[in-house]
């Protein structure tokens, strides 16, 4: 073990030569993956590494003699004795989790490893380089909470260092550091104005393409953790990525980075990244459009983009509607992108519905149809999700849009479609037909009696008794309460279809009243928990996320749907009512006895004070 260190670990004459003459490359030296197999240094790392695991009884005393030796600053002229450091201290930094017992690290940060990095002779810019990795591969093992501001000084000297190298391992180290499950933004904050302006600075400076994606990624790091704090700071990375990704043309995986980075960017930008969009838009344009070359590398971070620049859209635009012309190429593709592509159309639907499917209706109810051709189950529910999302947001535009599509749904209740997640997004989508959209429901009960020349009560008929039967297969309280407000709008009525089934009604009824309502232990009645009263900002704690505009988008709609706009129970009281009106008190007697007495009881409960 100590041969390997003292001999194979010193840096060469060729690879110091390199640190001068070419010290991005020196930088940036491909670690990780295969590498080990082909060039000497990470080949020697990794068996060192195997056989510190093996013997690390025999070779940590070993090790730690070794670093005993070193102890204090070493003489800058000694050039033997700073390799042998650099090698020394490189081999605790592999070793981080075989040493976790063994190294009070926090101890030797500040004793030993704070003074190597004040030495600020360019000869010891080798110990400041090697000591700023180390902290990076200990960050995660063991580094005290309360010693992050310390580090956080070091880093912002040490981004400043007049050599290269030190500066782009500095900048590696605060991606390791912003990255760790311990980092507290609080900590981080007052350094974040000068450290994001000296990542910026490295990043103009270094040249190399591989090296620029380093430095990119860092930066992503740090946004992403600080999210909306990062918004007084963003402007000068928000000039230069333009220019970046012109002469990034020919380096598709320097553009991947910089998708990322703005991914990161408008997430903390929120409403604010509107200002981008003359160079965002493009951007988002050129990396999905299937007929461009690049999206094969670009498409899967350049729908990310797209999704959540329409999240944080405070609304829409021309340019950001034109790009869905993108849209039907890449539903033809239906490749692992498709929940992506579903959640921008979910997206477009919460920010403009009334333009977009104007604009886009036609063409994507084709897509739709050719896809549930020949989709896994799990994708048929994503797709009638959407429509449901489209119904639910806007109930005579969704229904007139999607209309080609409602018959094989009604179909599929009639059926009685086998899998359950399918049978419930069925239901979902034609309560919200049957509520929202009576005239629409009629019409389509029409047309499906005559398709298989049915009378339409018997049709009619036979889709309450499947939705009552198959009640269980809708597992979320929205869509339980959707149901019973459905097939309540259908009273009062004198049909005697609708009487027939006036007891399966009420059952659905009482099972989503027993979903929703809660009481209130003060005054022993009911209230429906769905109600959502007028539009309240929620009080954020620390860890939690800001909501998006989107997030603002799905609350305002909330409050208009019935869902959570009518109270449930309220509703069952009116309709009762308006039945018994109907039909006079002896014949609603009559109905009314159809119905279990036991739930009688209980409805009788839930009713009490109304």
């Avoid at 670009?298 to 340019?319: C, M, R, Y």
């Avoid at 897509?367 to 999302?389: P, R, Y």
């Avoid at 027993?514 to 209230?527: F, Q």
Wanted: aromatic share 8%; glycine share 4%; net charge negative.
């Amino acid at each position: 073990g100590r041969r390997l260190v003292s001999h194979y670990f010193l840096l060469t004459e060729e690879e110091l030569t390199m640190w001068e003459e070419d010290p991005e490359s020196f930088a940036v030296e491909e670690t990780g993956g295969d590498s080990w197999k082909y060039s000497l240094r990470p080949c020697t790392e990794v068996l060192f590494l195997d056989i510190f695991h093996n013997y690390s009884q025999t070779l940590t005393p070993v090790l730690l003699d070794m670093v005993q030796n070193l102890q204090g600053p070493t003489d800058v002229e000694d050039r033997v004795q700073l390799l042998m450091k650099d090698a020394v201290y490189n081999a605790v930094g592999l070793a981080a989790y075989e040493l976790f017992d063994n190294v009070d690290f926090d101890q030797w940060f500040k004793n030993q490893l704070l003074g190597e990095l004040q030495v600020t002779h360019h000869r010891y810019k080798l110990i400041r380089r090697r000591v700023i990795w180390l902290i990076g591969q200990w960050i995660s093992v063991k580094f005290k909470s309360d010693l992050r501001p310390l580090l956080y000084e070091l880093i912002l000297g040490l981004m400043q260092d007049p050599d290269l190298v030190v500066r782009i391992e500095t900048a590696t180290t605060l991606k390791l550091t912003v990255d760790d499950f311990e980092f507290r933004t609080e900590q981080f904050l007052p350094y974040l104005e000068s450290i994001f302006g000296l990542l910026f600075q490295l990043l103009q400076q270094v040249t190399e393409c591989d090296t620029k994606m380093q430095v990119l990624h860092v930066i992503s790091c740090v946004i992403e953790r600080v999210s909306i704090q990062i918004r007084p700071y963003a402007g000068c990375l928000v000039q230069y990525l333009p220019l970046l990704w012109k002469q990034s043309e020919e380096h598709n995986m320097l553009r991947c980075a910089i998708l990322t980075t703005l991914i990161h960017l408008v997430q903390g930008l929120g409403a604010e990244s509107k200002n981008l969009y003359p160079f965002l838009l493009p951007v988002i344009q050129l990396s999905t459009d299937v007929t461009q070359p690049p999206h094969i590398y670009l498409l899967e971070d350049g729908l990310e983009l797209w999704l959540v620049t329409l999240e944080n859209s405070p609304a829409i635009t021309p340019e950001l509607l034109r790009i869905f012309q993108n849209m039907s190429a890449l539903l033809e593709l239906s490749t692992e992108n498709l929940r992506t592509c579903f959640q921008i159309v979910n997206a477009y639907i919460y920010l403009a519905v009334t333009e977009f499917l104007q604009n886009y209706g036609e063409s994507l109810c084709r897509s739709f149809c050719h896809l549930l051709k020949d989709i896994t189950n799990e994708g048929q529910v994503q797709v009638l999700k959407v429509v449901e999302i489209a119904l639910k947001v806007s109930p005579m535009l969704g229904t007139h849009v999607f209309q080609s599509l409602l018959p094989a749904v009604f179909r599929g209740i009639v059926d009685g479609e086998r899998y359950p997640v399918v049978m419930s997004t069925y239901l979902g989508i034609m309560g919200r037909v049957l509520l929202q959209n009576a005239g629409f429901f009629s019409s389509l009960l029409t047309q499906m009696a005559s398709e298989c020349s049915q009378e339409m009560d018997q049709l009619l008929g036979s889709v309450i008794e499947m939705w009552v039967d198959r009640m269980d297969n809708i597992t979320q309280p929205e869509r339980r309460k959707l149901s019973s407000l459905a097939l309540l709008s259908l009273l009062p009525s004198d049909n005697s279809v609708i009487q027939d089934k006036f007891c399966g009604i009420i059952n659905i009824c009482l099972e989503a009243l027993h979903d929703v309502m809660t009481e209130d232990p003060e005054t022993g009645t009911y209230k429906d928990c769905m109600l959502m009263s007028h539009f309240e900002e929620p009080k954020l704690s620390e860890e939690e996320e800001p909501p998006t505009e989107q997030d603002k988008r799905k609350k305002l709609l909330a409050l208009e749907d019935p869902v959570h706009s009518v109270s449930l129970q309220q509703f069952v009281y009116d309709k009762l009512k308006a039945q018994q009106a109907l039909l006079g008190d002896e014949s609603f007697g009559v109905l009314m006895e159809t119905v279990d007495t036991e739930l009688v009881r209980q409805l009788q409960e839930f009713l009490q004070g109304l």
